[in-house]
Nanobody
């Protein structure tokens, strides 16, 4: 059964870093657009960063720029998060979709059905 599975979350101090990992099985990420999303307590799920599996520069939401880096190696997608802040505390989710979506559009799909959603990994940043 095709799926994506996230890992790498944890509890860190403000200013520290984490690397999140999204491993896809049963699907070839080169043929998908992939996004990282997050849901903070009491808020809707929102986009973080999105990329096309076929290549090109990722799209980043404004609040991540200069701090987060998204990239793909084979069937794994990573999100490097630096200089973490307490407001980054959230469940982080990976999603993949076969449609040729514009990346900014994909990153707006946090509450929409996409082909594959992971169950998420929790990131807690203490201040």
């Amino acid at each position: 059964q095709a799926q994506v599975v996230e890992s790498g979350g944890g509890l860190v101090q403000s200013g520290e870093s984490l690397r999140l990992t999204c491993v896809a099985s049963g699907l070839n990420l080169e043929k998908y657009v992939v996004g990282w999303f997050r849901r903070a307590p009491g808020k809707e799920r929102e986009g973080v960063s999105c990329l096309s599996g076929s290549g090109g520069a990722p799209y980043y939401e404004e609040y991540t720029k200069g701090r987060f880096t998204m990239f793909r190696r084979g069937n794994t997608v990573y999100l490097d998060m630096n200089n973490l802040k307490p407001e980054d505390t959230a469940g982080y989710f990976c999603a993949a979709d076969h449609r040729n979506l514009h990346l900014q559009t994909l990153c707006m799909q946090g509450t929409r059905p996409l082909d594959f959603w992971g169950k998420g990994t929790m990131v807690t940043v203490s201040g």
